[in-house]
């Protein structure tokens, strides 16, 4: 068995655009995402009953569903509704339902993680709510998200690997594609793996140095 | 609009996929959990090389998509050990390999949650290491750890969908090949999503429970 490596540099080309298509995806969906989450998180707290239920019965569709299936609902079951997406667009709602439903629970968690005495020591100095949420609550949440948002990147960009079966031209469909080619699997899928781990691995590392410069006090203390 | 009336006939078959679903996942958590084991040893290894092989492996699982790894141990694996596995064999060893990253890191999480005063008391008493771990840690590390075992092999029943695409007749797969019979996608689609929701759901709810009860004991 040999290990062929200009398989590899023949086709880099190919991979490379699979690599840029991954990242851009994953990069458009990240903020739609957080925003939605973030909507979300506020409405299941604030919202009052009714609407809190819909958004935790959202929230748990998105989470008690394989990502592969809900993939496939937009694509074969929209069309019903008239709604016709290209596999592209598709690719975005996905996964930023799929990391809205995520966040919208983060975010939740983070705020509810924090004492409401701190609220309530504000109103006892004259603050209004607007500025202790900017002041005392964001820089908390910050804290919280940062870590738990970095893996939520990293599980986006594995699960866009899924995409592949809708014939979206990211990472792992331009492998097999190249692989129907060249007939040459355990180069061709050693290759997009070392570029899946090595893209994680600078994300962790880009996360572990934010951490580092916005909250060195959480990072000393060793709360993490 | 929709028209479930060929695909509801085909219920038998959606059920006996969510059976392979399960039974899947299950055998690739049991096997998992053995493997993980193997990487906790590793990681508390005297020798370096060791400790880093082990930190590499589980590394390389947290930062590849799973459709990967099912790949590369459907179409690598074979080429470099010379096996073929058929999917059913490649599909749980894949599931199984790819859970004992994520097992030893909950393991581990649950070891620390144990004061090293049990192992140097278990020591006085005069007890060999096999009966230390058998008899006084594994009971408790598995009572501090059972929660996010349970959410471990429900993360594992939803990444098991992606089998289908290794030609394993589960759950996923079953939907698709009853669309091509039927010519009913959606319907296919909505069925498996129902009930995989109703699957993935129960266990979560039980996680839930888990979580509730280990805080009151606290």
Known sequence: MSFDLAVITDNWQALAKGLVN???????SLPIGLAIGTVLAFLRLWGGKGVGIVVSGY????????????VFLLFYVLPTFGVRLNPITASIVALSAYASAYFAEILRGALQSISKGQVEAGYALGLRYPFIFRKILMPQVVGYVLPAATNMTITLIKESAILSTLTVPELTYMAQNVIGRTFAPVEIFTAIALLYWGLTALLSALTRWLERHLQPHLVARGAR | MFDFSRTFGMLPQFLAGAGVTLSVSLAGFCLGLLISFLILGANSSRFRVIRFLGALYTSFIRGTPLIVQIFVVY???????????????AGILALSLNSAAFLAEILRGGLTRIPVGQFEAAKSLGLGPII????????QLFRNATPPMVNEFTMLVKASSILSVITVVELTRTAQNIMNVTYRPPEAFLVAATLYFIMLFFFSMITRRLEANAQVQR
């Open chain 1, 22 to 28: 991954t990242i851009w995806i994953c990069a458009l």
């Open chain 1, 59 to 70: 929230i748990e569709l998105i989470r008690n569903i394989p990502f592969l299936i809900q």
């Open chain 2, 75 to 89: 179409y690598v694996l074979p080429g470099l050990i010379g096996v073929d596995f058929p999917p059913l064999m």
């Open chain 2, 132 to 139: 230390t771990w058998v008899k006084i840690i594994i009971p």
